[in-house]
C-alpha cells in the first residue's frame, strides 16, 4: 500500500511540477492577494477594463505561440499594429467608409507578415534579425503616413460598440470573439496534424522536413497569419482609444513575447501549449494592471515584464528538471517471483 501511495504522491507533486499548473496558481494566487491589499481590485468595473487590455495582447499571442513553437519569433507585431493605425486613419482622412477600411487594413497587415516570411522562409534568414528590421522599418513607415497627427473623428458607432459590454454585465463582447478564436487556434494547434507538424518542426526542422512536411511554406504562412492578426488588433485599439496614431501599441511586442513564454512555450520552439498561453497572458495583465491601480510608476511596470520574461525563459526548464526528478525517485514496481519451470526438480 504504501508504494501505491508513493506512487500516487510523486505523480502529484510531478503535476505540479508542470509550467502550466504552476502558472495558473501564481495566477490564482495573485488575484486572490491584489483583491485584499488593491482597492477597487475585485470590482466588476475594473474586470472589464482589464478584459480590454487582455483583448490585444491575447490576439497576437495567439499566432506568436505557433511562431514560437517553430522556433523563430515575430518582434515586428506592435510596429504592425502601429501602420495599420496609422493606414486607417489616413484613409478615412481620405473619406473612404469604414466597412472598406478594415479589410483593407487587415490585408495591409498580411502583406507586411509576407515580407517577414518571404525573408525568413524564402531566404533562410534568421526571424530575430528580419524581424528586429522591420520592427524599425515598419513603424518609421507609420510615421511617414500619419507623422504626429492623431485622427480622432470616428463615428461613436464604432468607437463605442469596441468597448460595448455584454447586457448585464461588464465583460466586453469582444471578449466571446476573442475566446472563439482561441478555440480555433486551440484546435488547429493541438488536434490537427497542422499542430504536430508545429511542434515537429520545433523539435527537428530537418527531420520534419524528411517527414514532407513543407516547412518553408508553413513558415511564410504563419507570419502572413500573424501579420494579419496584428493588423486587426491595431484595427481594435484604434477603435478602442478613439485614436489612429503612428505610434499606438509601442512596445507591445515586449508584452506578447513575455506572456507567451511565461505560459510554457520554449523559447527554442517544439513545446508549449494554448492553456499555458491563455494563463500567461492573464498572469501578466492582471499583475500589471493590479500595479498601475496602486499607483506603482510606469519604469516598475517595465521592469516587471522584464523579470517575467526572465522568469518565462529559466521557469519551464527549472520545471522539466523537477518533473525529471520526481520521476527518478518514484519507486519502482515490486518484481515478481520468477515461476518454477515444470520437472525443474528432477532436471
Do not use: C
Not at 195 to 215: C, D, H, K, P, T
Amino acid at each position: 500500500m504504501a508504494p501505491d501511495r508513493a506512487g500516487r504522491s510523486a505523480r502529484w507533486f510531478s503535476a505540479l511540477g508542470s509550467w502550466d499548473v504552476l502558472v495558473v496558481v501564481l495566477l490564482a494566487l495573485v488575484v486572490v492577494v491584489a483583491s485584499v491589499t488593491v482597492e477597487g481590485f475585485a470590482s466588476a468595473r475594473f474586470w472589464g477594463f482589464l478584459l480590454l487590455d487582455v483583448v490585444p495582447i491575447l490576439l497576437i499571442a495567439l499566432p506568436m505561440t505557433l511562431v514560437v513553437i517553430t522556433g523563430e519569433i515575430d518582434l515586428s507585431v506592435a510596429s504592425v499594429l502601429g501602420l495599420a493605425s496609422a493606414v486607417l486613419g489616413q484613409l478615412w482622412l481620405t473619406g473612404l467608409p469604414l466597412p472598406l477600411i478594415l479589410p483593407l487594413v487587415v490585408l495591409l497587415g498580411a502583406l507586411l507578415g509576407a515580407v517577414n516570411g518571404l525573408f525568413i522562409a524564402g531566404f533562410g534568414l534568421p526571424s530575430l534579425a528580419v524581424t528586429i528590421g522591420t520592427l524599425a522599418l515598419y513603424r518609421g513607415l507609420a510615421y511617414v503616413v500619419l507623422g504626429d497627427r492623431a485622427v480622432a473623428d470616428f463615428p461613436i458607432g464604432w468607437t463605442g460598440n469596441a468597448i460595448a459590454p455584454l447586457p448585464g454585465t461588464t465583460v466586453p463582447w469582444v471578449v466571446l470573439v476573442l475566446a472563439a478564436l482561441t478555440v480555433g487556434f486551440g484546435v488547429l494547434l493541438h488536434a490537427t496534424p497542422i499542430g504536430r507538424g508545429l511542434y515537429a518542426m520545433g523539435n527537428n526542422e530537418q527531420a520534419a522536413r524528411f517527414s514532407g512536411i513543407a516547412v518553408a511554406r508553413t513558415k511564410f504562412w504563419l507570419y502572413v497569419l500573424t501579420g494579419a492578426v496584428a493588423a486587426l488588433a491595431g484595427v481594435f485599439w484604434t477603435m478602442r482609444y478613439a485614436s489612429a496614431r503612428a505610434d499606438n501599441g509601442s512596445g507591445l511586442e515586449l508584452s506578447v513575447v513575455a506572456a507567451v513564454l511565461l505560459g510554457g512555450v520554449s523559447i527554442f520552439g517544439g513545446r508549449g501549449t494554448l492553456l499555458g498561453v491563455l494563463a500567461g497572458v492573464l498572469l501578466l495583465m492582471t499583475l500589471r494592471s493590479a500595479l498601475q491601480l496602486a499607483d506603482v510608476p510606469a519604469d516598475t511596470l517595465t521592469v516587471v515584464t522584464g523579470t517575467l520574461l526572465i522568469v518565462s525563459v529559466v521557469g519551464p526548464n527549472a520545471a522539466a528538471m523537477l518533473r525529471a526528478r520526481l520521476r527518478r525517485r518514484r519507486p519502482l514496481p515490486p518484481r515478481s517471483a520468477p515461476t518454477p519451470v515444470a520437472g525443474a526438480e528432477g532436471a
